[in-house]
């Protein structure tokens, strides 16, 4: 992955810099004030220094835990491509720095598919009028969702000159949903990721295959492989 590639190359060079802070704050605290206070001020700024990439590392932690759950959803994709449905992962958003995590095309439509892997005891339960996963509002999941699949919609209607609706699921994984596996919050289905295949195939057909590729032809070219650059 991208981010053990990043972080092994520039290990050499954060503790590199850690010491060469410690270093000089050490100096000038002896200078000014004798060794023993020049010690401490080494031990406190590289102590400050640690915790300050600590918290930089816990939110690198939630992006890992991100990606872990867009490759199992993909690895839960991989059978509809036997099925003629085009799976592309990953792709970026034209003028934003929003990121498609999959996007499915085939025989029974569009879909904006979003992962989420949570820990098995986040809960999702009523509360003040919304439905809430754990502590953050579900409103606030939903919309960059919606907001993906409006982009998605517009870009393939002027791609292909016809109107194209995006439907849009969060798969997610870990975390307990209910016993039938499913939430619809404005028209977006919170399901369970081992579901994706069944709700995806079980729809009706909308596109023939000449459709289909002419689809996944302007997404391809719309929507490329997503970086952080």
């Known amino acids: ?39 401490a001020a080494a031990v406190l700024t590289t102590g400050a220094d ?6 930089r590392h816990s939110s690198a932690a939630a992006w890992r835990k991100g990606a872990a759950g867009e490759r199992a959803t993909a690895r839960r994709l991989r059978s509809l491509e036997l099925a003629g449905y085009i799976v592309l992962h990953d792709r970026a958003l034209p003028r934003s720095r929003a990121n498609i995590d999959h996007l499915v095309i085939g025989p029974t439509g569009v879909f904006v598919i979003d992962s989420k892997k949570w820990h ?11 439905l ?20 998605v919609s517009e870009v393939l209607r002027r791609a292909t000159g016809r109107p194209v609706d995006v439907v849009t699921v969060i798969a997610v994984h870990g975390a307990r949903l ?15 990721a081992s579901r994706l295949h069944g709700q995806i195939t079980r729809r009706a057909n909308r596109y023939s295959l000449t459709d289909v590729a002419a689809l996944a032809q302007a997404a391809e070219h719309a929507f490329p492989p997503y970086t952080s650059e």
């Open 120 to 130: 098995r005891r986040t809960t999702i339960k009523p509360g003040g009028g919304t």
């Open 1 to 39: 992955m991208a981010y053990h590639a990043n972080l092994s190359a520039t290990r050499a060079r954060r503790w590199t810099m850690r010491a060469g802070l410690a270093l000089l704050a050490g100096i000038m605290a002896g200078w000014l004030l004798g060794w023993q206070a020049g010690l």
């Open 132 to 151: 809430w996963v754990g502590r953050t509002p579900i409103d606030k999941i939903v919309r960059p969702v919606v907001f993906e699949a409006r982009t």
């Open 178 to 192: 209910p016993r039938w596996g499913a939430i619809t919050v404005g028209g977006t289905t919170l399901m369970r």
């Open 50 to 55: 640690w915790v300050y990439h600590h918290r």
